[in-house]
């Protein structure tokens, strides 16, 4: 049985994640984790006329990088899972009708990476299919162009505002083959305690991460302890000291963990212009299959829990008052295919 | 791992419960400060420095085309367009406002720069679609209620009779 | 001389006012700049803003709140001469310069330009 308490999925023979793609843009290549991407962009156009023909270019790269690290055809892909950030998740789409297979468009905002990755585990481990890749993207210009301000506009950006990360991450998951393999993932809920301000989208997401955080540990049983590091995707310097007060007011003994967040990570907050961090579909993506996969390989990290953290309002729902629902979707990312030794039931 | 039981060692963690008000107090104490004094001082050397360029265009429309100060206003709002059009162009506006807010912004160039800036963004729509149809989408609530205010004032002269003294001669 | 000592710090002063909207009132851009324009034109309305123009020059013209300053005399003018009529007809006369040149110049900026994010 996949279910395991509320709503996490232990998965009796974990998937393996065969290979990545990862692709960013110059802001992402000027901070401290430029050398773990595959494709590092000089420039936010990449050749493209529109900011969104951009995103979508971005994605197809990190499909075709994923593949070709795979040795797999496109043609052999069974599904293809993704979403982003755009109105009707549009950059996906097109991705997915250059890849040609069949697709499953979601939704999650900034959760979509490890929101994609646990329904493609969840395939994989069910038997209803053999390689998935999932997958997401975004791209600083075409979010802001949407959501906030044209791009060339001179509004002032509080302290509390978040970058979006220019860049896309795919991952294939198979039943077989070498690689990480995706022990757990927990399905979040959507958590909304009144936050109304777009530009505090961290304060917005932190109890969705508390919410998920607890629940997995919950529901698997596992002790924070259990891994060697806990990552939220996008909470940012405002938000993941929030989460951090919450789980330990909760008493979650966190310090048991290296508790960290993918937005603090991929930029030097000091240096570049980014306000509290990064944010956006791309920010744990890339971080996650770039950077964290890389240390799991190597031996540095055994398991890691990644808890991707998404902001579900629209610009509408906004302008018409409403607070901002979020959400958070953890998938349990560990180094070694024999956990039953370990025991998933923590020290 | 299927089928384990993790009821033996079941920790069951308080669920987040704060109230709205609660967390939005809470978050609010978490934030980062506004460092309000000295994004005022920005604001005003850059608000003032803007307006001291557009004395200076006036005062050259004076002296060179011999116009009194009223028939220079004008020329003179159409070159700080003019000149907020270009820096918007040239994509340096933006970084400008990130350091002077409503120094960049409240001047007559923020407003030229909110409808250049959206009509070039959304060329890639088109010129009807994108330009036409965008252009105001952030200058459109200044000129609105611009207009309905001067409006209500005008109906409160005609109402009231005040029309006689008002100078409009200024 | 002293008309560039004025314009900067009046020109300044409105900008610190709106600085305090953004930062203390925490209202957008748009709020911001709606609520100014109204500022102006109350205080034209009111007769007050005139004077600030006569002592401050382009500190008081530059801002955003002249353009509710012109379009408070723009309806006042065509109320004096043509009645009633006159609040709809004469808004736009004193700005259709600045709109104009806004609207004009901004649509070759689109045609020559590309957004650089």
Redesign the interface.
Known sequence: MILQGRRTWVFPKPPVIIATGTVVGPDEGEGPLASEFDLVHPDLEIGQPSWEKSERVLLEQATDIALQNARLDKDKLDFFVGGDLMNQIISNTFAARTLGAPYLGMFGACSTSMESLAVASLIVSSGAGNYVMAGTCSHNCTVEKQYRYPTEYGSQKPPTAQYTVTGAGAAIVSRDGEGPVISAATIGRIMDLGIKDPFSMGAAMAPAAVDTIQGHLQDTGREPGYYDMIVTGDLASVGHPIAAELLQRNGVPMDQTDFKDCGLMIYDIQEQKVQAGGSGCACSAVVTYGHLLRRIRSGELKRVLIVATGALLSPLSYQQGESIPCIAHAVAIEASPNIEEQGGMGS | MAGRDSGSKKTAYKPVSMSPKEYKAFAKSKEPPRSVLKNCLRAFLVGGFICLIGQGVQNFFMKVFDMTAKDAGNPTVAIMILLSVILTSMGVYDKIAQWAGAGSAVPVTGFANSMSSAAIEHRSEGLVLGVGSNMFKLAGSVIVFGVVAAFIVGIIYWVFGIGAWHDTSG | MM??VW??????????????????A?LT??????L???L???A??L?WY?PL??FA???A????T???NA???????A??EDG?I???T???QVTS???S???V?????????????
């Open positions: 008309d560039y314009a900067f710090l009046v020109g300044g002063a409105i900008c610190i006012f709106g600085q305090l909207l953004f930062d203390v925490k851009p748009a709020h911001t700049m709606s100014l324009v109204v102006g034109a109350a034209d309305g007769g005139d123009i006569e020059g382009a500190g013209t530059v801002p955003i002249s353009f509710g379009l408070v005399h723009g309806a006042l003018t109320l004096k009633w006159g609040v709809i004469g808004i736009f310069a600045g709109v040149a806004a609207i110049f901004s649509f070759l900026a689109a045609l020559v330009v590309r957004p650089k994010g």
